[in-house]
């Protein structure tokens, strides 16, 4: 049975019409009907309320968009950028790679420094940013290097790298990222040229930092890094900069962290702008703590690891 057509309601319908349908601005319409410009924008706003207009938006990342958007609120994010996941990773990993630098770009005309961490998510990162020229900015390493043989994930390596794409300046890190020895570690840690290197990198403007579950899937765990005793420490759930951190976003104290050589997460906190990017549902614990902990206010993930960070 149809409703009843009311003078109020047909009125409605009409202004939603001739907003929605014909496109005539909410001036256009008040003139037109002889009613203020404020009593319709209430009437189109009771034509959402009632169900009489649905907005749909017809483009196939607005889902990913909407939650970016979801992501933001939630963590208290300044920006947000989720990519498609696809069943290919190495495609997930460039669309990753390819939203990581666009929001970089975004940033470069008000920074002064950039800090780079290290890793095959980063490398793409590098890959995927575009030729620019910003020589008052300075690209500086957040860890120690690697073995020579992976020197395309290096920190030294991309900071040169990145340096090179934006026409900046670059600084770098003489030490390795993991020491042999705790006691090598000490004494690069106290030399003059790593102290300095570590206090310019905790102070830059903005840090690009990968993420990940050494359990699972991380840069440390693939080049061999990680020690028995850490992959069977379950209160282990990530690794960033220099750190293997717990539940709470914080430095686990452990026989590998002692030998690490870079800032901390703990770190990350001070630093204005810290863009944390990662796919893969399985890296949604290391994130949450990061983001709990706020060592991070950017964002760049896939749609698997978004839904993640959004399920609880």
Known sequence: MSMKLTEDHRKLLKVASLYYREGLTQSDIARQVGISRPVISKMLQSAKEQGIVTIYIKDENAEVVQLAN??????????AIVVPSETDYAETQR????????????????????????????????????YEGFSEIMVRPLVGGVASQHVYYDTNHLAFRLSEKLG??????????????????????????????????????????GVGNPQQSSTWRQLGYMTAECLRDDAI????VGSLFDKNGKTIDNKM????????????????NTMLIAAGSQKARAIQALLSGRCAN????????AEELLAD
């Not at 975004?106 to 800090?115: A, F, V």
């Not at 759930?237 to 960033?240: N, Q």
């Not at 950017?298 to 690891?305: C, G, P």
């Open 298 to 305: 950017l964002l760049v993930v896939d749609r698997a690891l």
């Open 70 to 79: 979801d992501l933001t609120r939630k963590y208290g994010l300044r920006d």
């Open 95 to 130: 669309g990753l790679a390819q939203g990581a630098a666009g929001l970089v770009s975004s940033y470069l005309p008000n920074i002064q420094s950039i800090g780079i961490s290290w890793g095959t998510t980063l490398a793409k990162v590098v890959d995927a940013m575009p």
């Open 237 to 240: 759930i990530g690794d960033a």
């Open 257 to 272: 962290t002692e030998r690490m050589i870079g800032i901390k997460v703990e770190a990350l906190e001070a630093i204005p």
């Open 168 to 209: 900046a300046g670059c600084s770098y890190l003489y030490a390795p990222a993991l020491a042999e020895t705790k006691e090598l570690a000490k004494v690069l840690n106290q030399s003059r040229l790593v102290q300095r290197a570590l206090r310019e990198a905790e102070a830059v403007d903005l840090a690009l930092i």
